[in-house]
């Protein structure tokens, strides 16, 4: 990564900064890559290393399809 002036981008989520109840394992998976990618970008940057993350929000999937179709819990997505 050095020698080629490289990248790495991590795929982490909202839930890594934010609460929503859907699981405490996935919240602190997400905060614990994201802590990592501040980490790792101020130790390799001064090497010209980049170490970025992004972060989305829902994404309309089966698996969260359930989640959003809960009127209270869809406003609090919207609301965040």
Known sequence: L???S???INVSSVSGSTVDNTGAPY?????????MTRYLACEWGPRGVRVNAV???FVATPL???LL????FAAAVRRA
């Not at 919240?27 to 802590?35: D, I, N, Q, V």
């Not at 179709?69 to 209270?72: G, M, N």
Request: glycine share 4%; net charge positive.
């Open 69 to 72: 179709s809960k009127r209270r």
């Open 6 to 8: 490289g990248c790495v």
């Open 27 to 35: 919240h602190m998976a997400k905060a614990a890559l994201e802590h």
């Open 2 to 4: 050095v020698r080629a």
């Open 55 to 57: 972060a989305p929000w």
């Open 64 to 66: 969260t399809t359930p």
